[in-house]
């Protein structure tokens, strides 16, 4: 009896293609389309997606995904602030703030209607409804972040958050740094509700980006790294708040300290449980910043 002459293998995915290449994983025939590059030989579609699956995603040193090298939130956050600025300007149709200010041809300063709708603005005079925060606008601890007196503020406050969110969210992932983001914002926006006077509308990311200025600080040195060069930095711009007439001296220092208090949770959250502490810490500051507001609102109407 004869033996049967071998027959040549044939792609498991397509049957009318001969093939003498397997799958380094599977054994299983493959035929040029179906081939993928692995670190020995080639594999198959499905052993690669398999791989993949059974691969724990990259993480940063401080539990964050490694995406956030991409810089996503950084750059929508900036878009966010450039967006409220043009409905600003919009908002302002018929009045004198041609581009949302009203100083060096209407580049800086000057308010809006959007701007008067979403600044930190507590206010509850004796004999007369309150109006702003002290009326309910709770809101106004948020949107205040993301709206600007004046193209210039706007450049100056999307600059600095160029250079440090980059940075920042690269080492923290994307989820950790825009609730670093929003917490220093929120921070300082509380403080300027707190301690500036009651007939004063403040607005801009300064809030947040001192708290960036901060958390940078802190994640440098977690990570070893010499901050020699952000320190002067910082050391000018706490000058310029200080000294120069209408910043908003709470609503910077309030995000500085917030934003390093929540980065000191993050930097410093033990390795075991990180996540949990991380937001246990984040939802621990909230928690107190929000206790502060409540009780300035009724300290407002009380008074």
């Known amino acids: 009896m004869s033996e049967s002459p071998p027959t040549t293998p044939v792609c498991y995915r397509h049957p009318g293609r001969e093939t003498y290449v397997r799958c380094t994983r599977c054994d299983r025939p493959i035929c040029p389309d179906c081939m993928r590059e ?7 579609p499905e052993c690669v997606n398999e791989g ?7 993480r940063t040193a401080f539990g964050g995904g490694a995406a956030g090298r991409h810089g996503y939130v950084t750059k929508a956050l900036i878009a966010v602030n450039v967006l409220l600025m043009l409905l600003s300007i919009a908002s302002d149709r018929g009045g004198d703030a041609a581009v949302g200010g009203s100083g060096f041809g209407g580049l ?24 702003g925060i002290a009326d309910g606008d709770y809101y106004r601890l948020l949107t205040a972040m993301f709206l600007h007196y004046g193209v210039i503020h706007l450049l100056l406050n999307m600059w600095a958050l160029w250079v440090l969110g980059r940075s920042l969210e690269a080492n923290l ?11 220093a914002g929120f921070g300082g926006n509380v403080a300027a509700y707190l301690f500036s006077a009651q007939n004063a509308a403040t607005a801009g990311a300064s809030t947040a980006i001192f708290g960036l200025f901060a958390a940078l600080i802190i994640i ?14 910082l ?3 706490l000058v310029f708040t200080l000294t120069v007439p209408g910043i908003s001296i709470p609503g910077h220092l309030g995000g500085l300290v917030v934003g390093g208090a929540m980065a000191l949770v993050l930097a410093y959250a033990p390795r ?13 500051i ?13 300290q407002l109407l009380a008074g």
């Open 235 to 237: 050391v000018i711009n």
């Open 38 to 44: 692995a670190s020995v030989g080639h594999q198959c």
């Open 220 to 233: 440098e040195r977690k990570m070893g790294r010499d901050i020699s060069q952000v320190l002067p930095i």
């Open 108 to 131: 800086l300063g000057g308010s809006t209607p959007l701007t008067d709708w979403g600044s930190v603005y507590g206010l509850a005079p004796p004999g007369f409804p309150p109006n």
């Open 272 to 284: 075991g449980r990180r996540t949990l502490v991380q937001f246990g810490g984040g939802a621990v």
């Open 286 to 298: 909230l928690l107190a910043l929000l206790g502060l507001v409540l009780l300035r609102t009724a």
């Open 173 to 183: 992932g994307p989820l950790r740094f825009a609730a670093l983001y929003l917490v």
């Open 52 to 58: 993949r699956r059974s691969v724990r995603p990259a």
